[in-house]
């Protein structure tokens, strides 16, 4: 096999429009095993981003020694991501927690289960018992555990504590493709599937640097432009990313401007013919006003808000304009940065006006990020409710309720689930006392960590963290409790385009640790929470019982996992949703029949203004008849809350790299991805370097209102203006624990958008200053 670290995206292996995509099986194994050396073998999918590339993992002597992509399988044919092959390795890492912690005389000491356990449900229950005692419990939790986990968790919170203070980490990562979904088609569930790659004629990237965080799709669609008849392909992002090159047209726009951009792109569509009039008069609302709003946005005025050239947003109208078969995937450029929703459902207007929805080719992935990111989202474990319910529908709390025998009130549904950055607002305020976060590091991922370290830290919040490491929120927290992961349990996940895969467990789990799902049932017995008949409200004891009972919960609604079983899923391997009577073996696009989750008695939402965030009555959504109709949406473009000025005159935006996953915490213990993006940068363009005196390698310094990070400069491939720091690196590292501060969260601002609220991270202005040269010490 190809070097992977210098070739992530390995051999090409093209093929035409139509044809399938020829397989590709990419292994790894530790110390020069072979495949025949292999004890057994185990089946999963990748945990380190949402593309589900499906993999066994490969066990000898009781470790995981490896992994091989499934070739059978419809996401991946067989090949895998840089991260997947090397990531697996943190499982064995020496430094995993073990046992659980408990802080005494203001340190972490170790405990048995019971001592911690006893803990929180001593500290629960104080809180409970108190009247409104539910508005003290705040939960935290992920985009990277497992279906039954979220369901579970969703359960304790909504029906258990009845608190509407949940939500996950995916609030930072796919709320705005939630919101988005909602907003046009009336529920969450990605329209497009994988596929469409195979059929498309033009591929649209917008704000998603795809090569480097969704890599076998990036595969996929290489493989489509090395062959016959190849897709055309436009990229909207201020960096030179590998998409950007790749690209026949890339629009470089400042951070900030996609609803303006988005807003001239559909004039032009609109001016020049290039609408399906038929599918918007059957399959749309709003058209008449959309036009007047994308009417005030002429090329040149859009490349004046963008600064990019007239002539290239025309460009990329005609190429979008002229597809037959368009397929385009947003992510965090737009999703991440300002007037988020509105530009994500500019997308979906795109699609509509052209009526490029729910036929081959023509698709759409509001993406997800993290590995299961929609899980959380279905499960109801982000705040919203389970099945994709509408919080505002009295119908869908009574079919709840039903469900767990609980009655109606006890169900959080008095006003909108807490979101995030609301719930940390909690916590500094004191009304939220006991905070449990659970796989997620929200002390290297949440915007102003100098802020974020004070609420965790504050005496009078109650913190448990729930992880495999002692991460810098662990360093915080009251009680630690060590976790399995990934090839240590049991459970499913569900990537962007529905497709459900099981993942087994392979081995056992170091030390004490245990499941997530073990511990939050474990939580359950001991709060001995009760149903109506004063029965035990849970009973489960393992993953297949949860899944069983969320089947249940996701009968009828979009996300039906009626048709699945842990049975079909090992027999075979990934199986779409909705998979039910009518979709028997699941279904491959949604809405092919034009017909929208728009009808007021199923939608997830009433929905909101876009630029306010005002939320909207039943009776103004169901006003507009939306008759299973999409919504198309139109806002105007408004600046972002932070601009440049004198002081701070470069805009900060942040990202990833193909070798890292977030805080780290996995790819750091891999030592080939550790060793090829061991430690933070600063891009920035040739013009800002110059102005400043830097040249490649320099310590730079960055400043914003809210703090200060140092990092060596890499000059070029970002346009002047932006400069872009990854937000992979805490302040925790072992090899350097002196070093100074590097997290690009120490700068990003506590800022949001009104609709999905969804931080900001993309978009922050600062200073720079040079610190010493290449050489410099620190
Ligand atoms: N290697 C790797 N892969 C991952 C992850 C990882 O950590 N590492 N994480 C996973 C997760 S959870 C997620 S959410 C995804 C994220 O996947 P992506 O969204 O592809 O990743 P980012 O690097 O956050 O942002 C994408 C691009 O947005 C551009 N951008 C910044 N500001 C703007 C703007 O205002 N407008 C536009 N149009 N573009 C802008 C950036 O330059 C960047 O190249 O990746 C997943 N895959
Ligand atoms: N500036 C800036 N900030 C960002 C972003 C950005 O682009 N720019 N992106 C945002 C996005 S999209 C995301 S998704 C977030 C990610 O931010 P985080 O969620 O904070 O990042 P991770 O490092 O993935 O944290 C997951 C934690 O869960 C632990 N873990 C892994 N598996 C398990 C398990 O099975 N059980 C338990 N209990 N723990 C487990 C890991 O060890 C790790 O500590 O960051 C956000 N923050
Ligand atoms: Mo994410």
């Known amino acids: 096999m190809a070097d992977r670290i210098d070739d992530p995206w390995g051999m090409r292996t093209p093929y035409g429009p139509g044809q399938a995509w020829p397989e590709r099986v990419d292994v790894f194994l530790d110390h020069g095993l072979s495949e025949d050396e292999v ?12 593309n589900g590339d499906a993999m066994d993992i490969a066990v000898t002597n009781g470790r995981i020694v490896g992994v091989r992509g499934r070739a059978v399988d419809r996401i991946n044919h067989g090949r895998l991501d840089v991260k997947d092959l090397y990531g697996w390795q943190a499982d064995n890492s020496p430094d995993r927690l073990t046992r659980p912690l408990i802080r005494q005389d203001g340190r972490l000491v170790e405990a048995d289960w019971d001592t911690a356990m006893d803990r929180i449900v001593t500290r629960s229950r104080q809180l409970l018992d108190r009247p409104g005692g539910w508005g003290h419990f705040g939960f935290y939790t992920s985009g990277q555990l497992f279906l039954e986990e979220y369901y579970a968790l969703g359960v304790i919170g909504k029906a258990g504590i009845g608190t509407p203070h949940m939500d996950g980490n995916t609030r930072l990562c796919t709320a705005t493709a939630a919101a988005a979904m909602k907003a046009s088609f009336g529920t969450d569930g990605q329209p497009g599937s994988y596929t469409d790659v195979d059929h498309c004629d033009a591929i649209a990237l917008w704000g998603h640097n795809v090569a480097e965080t969704q890599s076998v799709l990036w595969m996929r669609m290489l493989d489509r432009r090395r062959g016959p008849n190849p897709p055309a392909m436009l990229a909207v992002d201020p960096r030179d990313t590998p998409v950007a090159r790749e690209a026949d047209v890339h629009l470089p726009i400042r951070s900030g401007t996609n609803v303006a951009l988005m807003n001239g792109l559909l004039r032009e569509i609109i001016r020049r013919g290039w609408v399906d009039e038929q599918y918007v008069a059957a399959h749309t609302l709003g058209f008449d006003e959309l036009s007047r ?27 979008l304009g002229t597809s037959q078969r368009l397929l385009s995937t947003v992510l965090q450029g737009f999703y991440q940065s300002n007037q988020a929703t509105a530009a994500a459902c500019a997308v979906n207007n795109l699609h509509l006006l052209r009526g490029m929805i729910g036929r081959p080719g023509a698709g759409l992935y509001q993406m997800n990020g993290q590995p299961t990111a929609q899980n959380t989202r279905e499960t109801g474990a982000d705040g919203d409710l389970p099945g994709l319910r509408n919080w505002d529908n009295e119908q869908h709390i009574a079919e709840l309720a039903e469900l767990w025998n609980v009655e109606p009130g006890t169900i959080p549904h008095w006003s909108p689930p807490t979101h995030s950055m609301q719930i940390f607002r909690y916590a500094e305020q004191g009304s939220i006392k006991l905070l449990w976060i659970s796989a997620t590091n929200p002390a290297v991922s949440l915007p102003d960590l100098a802020r974020v370290r004070r609420i965790l830290a504050d005496q009078k919040l109650f913190v448990v963290v729930q992880d495999l490491f002692l991460t810098e929120t662990a360093e915080l927290a009251d009680v630690v409790l060590p976790a399995a992961t990934w090839g240590e349990k049991l459970g499913t996940f569900t990537c962007v385009d529905r497709t459900v895969h099981l993942s087994e467990k392979a081995v056992d789990p170091p030390g004490q640790a245990r499941s997530d799902l073990d511990i939050f049932l474990d939580y359950a017995r001991r709060m001995d929470f009760r149903n109506r008949d004063g029965a035990p409200l849970i009973t489960w004891t393992g993953p297949e019982e949860v899944f069983e009972a969320w089947k249940q919960c996701s009968a009828g609604r979009p996300c039906d996992y009626t048709g699945i079983t842990y049975e079909r899923l090992r027999a075979g391997s990934g199986i779409q949703w909705p998979c039910n009577d009518d979709h028997p073996d699941g279904a491959e696009r949604l809405y092919a029949d034009g017909v929208f989750n728009t009808d007021p008695d199923y939608c997830e939402t009433y929905g909101h203004d876009l630029s306010t965030g005002a939320e909207y009555s039943e009776q103004q959504y169901r006003a507009r008849e939306p008759g299973g109709r999409a919504f198309l949406h139109a806002i105007d473009y408004q600046p972002s809350p932070e601009v440049t000025s004198d002081d701070y005159p470069l805009l900060l935006t942040t990202g990833r790299t193909v070798y890292q996953f977030h805080t780290r915490t996995k790819t750091g213990r891999a030592p080939q991805l550790d060793a090829a993006a061991p430690d933070v940068w600063v891009q920035i363009s040739d013009d800002d370097a110059a102005r400043h005196g830097i040249t490649d390698g320099d310590l730079v310094g960055i400043a914003s209102p809210r703090g200060a990070i140092q990092a060596p400069a890499r000059i070029g491939r970002i346009r002047p203006g932006v400069i872009f720091v990854p937000f992979h690196y805490g302040y925790f590292d072992v090899d350097q624990p002196d070093r100074s501060p590097r997290a690009a969260n120490e700068l990003t601002a506590t800022a949001w958008d009104p609709v999905s609220k969804q931080p900001i991270f993309k978009v922050t202005a600062v200073r720079i200053v040079k610190l010493a040269g290449a050489e410099g010490d620190r």
């Open 39 to 50: 004890d057994s073998w185990h089946r999963s999918a990748s945990i380190l981003h949402s």
């Open 293 to 319: 709003i994308v009417d005030g946005y002429p090329p040149e005025k859009v490349a004046d808000i963008c600064a990019v050239r007239a002539v290239d947003v025309e460009r990329a109208a005609e190429l």
